[in-house]
């Protein structure tokens, strides 16, 4: 089951437009939730337990986002950039 939550309008599209050529057991095994329709959000609380999916995606779970944003490799520090005239 892949679920995508809450993804832009833009997806919706794409996904109209190709469904037609998805086998249809793939078809069945993919869901888009929208968080502002209940029926969809009711959906998902059925799929998962909720206690366990964090706040922004719909879920109880509080707290601090768990991913760090990620660090960039040294050569591409203002540092290394400056100190080998790259710029």
Do not use: Q
């Amino acid at each position: 089951m892949a679920v995508c939550y809450n993804p832009p309008w833009i997806f919706a599209m794409f996904w109209k437009a190709i469904s037609p050529f998805i086998d249809p057991s793939t078809y069945r095994k993919i869901r888009f939730v929208n968080p502002k329709k209940a029926k969809e959000t009711e959906r998902m609380s059925k799929m998962f337990d909720m206690s366990v999916i964090d706040a922004d995606l719909g879920g109880e779970k509080a707290g601090p986002a768990r991913c760090c944003p990620p660090r960039l490799p040294t050569h591409f520090e203002p540092s290394f950039v400056e100190s080998n005239g790259i710029l």
